[in-house]
């Protein structure tokens, strides 16, 4: 995960490869819906954290985060998914 404020701001005599390092991901319609069946399933679970963990669990990856307690709460739908704090 990057910061957003990695991304976009500009410094003078600074270079900002973040994105180079990354792939983005399109929001597809199969992992928007699996996100979606996590949201119905999971008491509390917002969009963001769904998406994210669907994401993850497609590939078996590991999230980390520093917003651990919800991620934890989506495990229920994502065993497969470790979750670490940053």
């Given at each position: 995960?990057?910061?957003?404020?990695?991304?976009?701001?500009?410094?003078?005599?600074?270079?900002?490869?973040?994105?180079?390092?990354?792939?983005?991901?399109?929001?597809?319609?199969?992992?928007?819906?699996?996100?979606?069946?996590?949201?119905?399933?999971?008491?509390?679970?917002?969009?963001?954290?769904?998406?994210?963990?669907?994401?993850?669990?497609?590939r078996g990856d590991i999230v980390y985060s520093?917003?651990?307690?919800?991620?934890?709460?989506?495990?229920?739908?994502?065993?497969?998914?470790?979750?670490l704090r940053t």
């Open positions: 995960m990057i910061n957003f404020d990695n991304v976009t701001k500009v410094y003078p005599n600074q270079n900002r490869p973040a994105l180079e390092s990354v792939d983005i991901e399109p929001l597809t319609e199969a992992l928007a819906k699996r996100a979606g069946e996590a949201i119905a399933a999971v008491s509390g679970a917002t969009l963001i954290d769904a998406v994210v963990m669907a994401s993850a669990a497609s520093s917003d651990v307690e919800d991620l934890e709460r989506l495990r229920k739908y994502f065993p497969g998914v470790r979750v």
